[in-house]
């Protein structure tokens, strides 16, 4: 299992990882239609936190609280060009528990500005921090 800070983007279903739900936005139908729900999360484990895609039937089973292990998920961008973690068509997600685990915010890295690797054009690298936290999620001042 990878933990969220040594997740990069790329094209392909390999990454295989668990957190908790901290935050979920609210519903939206792509295309018009009610057959493509999406919503946005922020999930994160002990190393990072990033903003997770739940489409469809997942938009309702999963709560703030939930424990959630991802198999063969992607991290690319989605239509709106925000960086996601996501199931995709070949991943899947299981609720393994609830409210019991370690967790950060911070670094988020769907807050990281990527690009192309000069050594190697199949991987990406980490240029910049846009944003030390959620954007999309703000951390609650106390």
Known sequence: ??????????ARNNISTQFIVLEKGRT????????NKTCLGLVADES???HFQFRNEECEAF???DIVR??????SYNRNTHLVLRA???GKVDKV???TMAFVESPNTSEILWVPD???SAKYIQESVISPCSRIFPPMLQ
């Not at 939206?28 to 057959?35: L, N, P």
């Open 1 to 10: 299992m990878q933990s969220l800070k040594e997740i990069m983007p790329a």
């Open 28 to 35: 939206t139908f792509e295309g018009g239609g009610t057959q």
């Open 48 to 50: 990072a936190s990033v």
């Open 63 to 65: 709560q703030p609280g």
């Open 70 to 75: 991802l198999t063969n998920g992607i991290f």
């Open 88 to 90: 995709g068509q070949r």
């Open 97 to 99: 528990g609830e409210f």
């Open 118 to 120: 000069p050594n190697n």
